[in-house]
């Protein structure tokens, strides 16, 4: 693809639907943040024990799982809601249901309602997780490739202005309306929540006057290839497949078999007596049930988009799937250990604040805008393995100040090329997936990828104080720049990948003239 000239690039920032992604951002990031850390301030403001608070945030598991009921939004239009298109008709739903739901939750009282409080919590967070399914559909399917980083950045730029809202701001607003650590006032958590409920309405009017995207005929008859029952039996089935495997393993694992090869106990006896056993037998068999050729049947409308990725790109989906698993590696591990770092250097909550809020956000929003200008002008690979670079270095700066102690100067560079490289990786990483998505199955196969995207980071991260409390911070870092290096492998691979197939296509010799029955596909 010939370089574009920044004039071009800056262009990509200049259209109507950049303000659209930036709105639909913001109402993105909104209720996130209102469901899981300004909620858990409110409930421990409350007085409700941390242990209900800890429970409280598996609502987060609605976001973890949104690839499961995406198929639906794919293939499936609302009712009521048709002539909107299947982007806006969900768009409209998911937003109202959010507004309603922030407003419910600001009249249910955590010391009097706290059970209709986290339902209310739910339904926030499972309609804020269908937006976001929408949202990156429709953002696929309003621009071509090239233009993805630059939609992407506007995107994250709403999404990180109404984060910071959401938070600090939620927390002001409770504080002036009367509410506080000392006094706790429900009427105060009230108006805050009424307050960002209204604040989703410039979203929902966005929805309303935006255009729905174009849909080519062979998208419509793919996406008509089932019916809601059809979809709504997949979704049930693979959510028993998904509980029922994490479940049979535990309780196999649970299951007294020392008994039957030390102590001369028979597997009849296990049937009668050792109640794990016979959970790990129902569990095998709703698996098994799951996997034969009538869930299968079942699952069609989940693993089609599944089939369709791995027959486009056959052996090298492996490729791509180690790339995309690894990319945010670096930056998402060492980000868990990142607040307890700065409070064991002996930094203030007030510095710690101030730095991450002001500095970070600003170098976030620049870096974005600035990996969608140069992916515009140079392409994605250039960008993506830039970003990836710059993602892994900025952790040695991290080894730097572990070594220096309390340095605020030495913080502030820090945290700011940190939030810019992060920013810029973020970009980049959105175009690339982007790129790689069908538009048949653009909110399926997106919501899988940006799953595939967290899963191994947020696994290994979980042992990262493990590794805080056995290496200390200045290895700990290290590893985790090192841990950069596999995906810089994998993008020089498929950069070259690329690059010999485009060298191929240009060294190909004319094809003789011949009667064209059809006229010739484009790539999506």
Known sequence: MPRKTWRAALAAYASPSTLVLLLLGFAAGMPYMLVFSTLSVWLREAGVARETIGYASLIGLAYAFKWVWSPLLDQWRLPLLAKMGRR???LMLSQVLVIIGLVGMGFCDPQKHLSWLIALAVLVAFASATQDIAVDAYRLEIAEESRQAALAASYMAGYRMAA?????????????FGSTGFSYLHEAWTGTYVLFGVLMVPALITTLLMREPPVSLRTQLSAARYGFSHQLISVFVLIVLLVSVPAMFTQLYNTDFASVLFEGASVLDLLLEDRAFLRAILYTLLTGLCLSSLGRRGLAPVLTPVNDFILRYRWQALLLLGLI?????????????????????????EQIASVSKIFGL??????????GLLIV??????????????SAA????????????????MLVVTISLDNFSSGLATSAFVAYLSSLTNLKFSATQYALLSSIMLLLPRLIGGYSGVMVEKWG??????????????TLILIALQWRQEHGRNGDAVEEPPAPETPVNEPPSTKA
């Open 473 to 486: 911070y200045h290895d700990f870092f290290l590893i985790t720049a090192l841990l950069g290096v596999p």
């Open 362 to 371: 600003i170098m976030t929003l620049l870096g974005a805008g600035f990996g």
């Open 394 to 409: 900025t952790n040695i700066l991290f080894l730097i100040l572990a070594d220096m102690g309390p340095n605020l100067q």
């Open 164 to 176: 910071l809202l959401a938070t600090a701001g939620a927390l002001f607003f409770a504080e002036r």
């Open 325 to 349: 698993a690894t990319y945010r590696m670096s930056d998402t591990v060492m980000g868990v250990m990142a607040n307890v770092f700065y409070i064991d250097q002996g930094f203030t909550k």
């Open 377 to 390: 002008r140079f392409g994605i690979l250039p960008i993506l393995f830039i970003g990836g670079a710059a």
């Open 88 to 90: 806006r008709s969900w």
